[in-house]
Nanobody, 120 residues
Framework: VLLVESGGGVVQPGGSLRLSCAASGITFSNEAMTWVRQTPGKEPEWVST????????YYADSVKGRFTISRDNAKSTLYLQMNSLKPEDTALYFC??????????????WGQGTQVTVSS
């Protein structure tokens, strides 16, 4: 399994970013996929999960209404559209296979991460 995240960067508060995660080595269309984030010295935080068919989706309360998870099964790619970004969204973002518990418990299966920094 290979997961490669991209799309991170530095953005001002209120700005937007779109993260991507290219997957290979799995039957992507059969997998639920999850975004998690982590800041130094803290436990990983679950952000969002999308089911294999794309609906329903699940969001942490901290990002609900601002972030949108989506997927393109034909391209084996997962996305996270992040709007109205806040400084507390600053973190290294990872994509992972599976639903929330499985994703958080399988650190070895994450990609290398993409850094999101929200700062004025």
């Amino acid at each position: 399994v290979l997961l490669v995240e991209s799309g991170g960067g530095v953005v001002q508060p209120g700005g937007s970013l779109r993260l991507s995660c290219a997957a290979s080595g799995i039957t992507f269309s059969n997998e639920a996929m999850t975004w998690v984030r982590q800041t130094p010295g803290k436990e990983p935080e679950w952000v969002s999960t999308i089911t294999p068919g794309g609906e329903p989706n699940y969001y942490a309360d901290s990002v609900k209404g601002r972030f949108t998870i989506s997927r393109d099964n034909a391209k084996s790619t997962l996305y996270l559209q992040m709007n109205s970004l806040k400084p507390e969204d600053t973190a290294l973002y990872f994509c992972a296979r599976g639903y929330r518990s499985f994703a958080l418990g399988n650190r070895d299966g994450w990609g290398q991460g993409t850094q999101v920094t929200v700062s004025s």
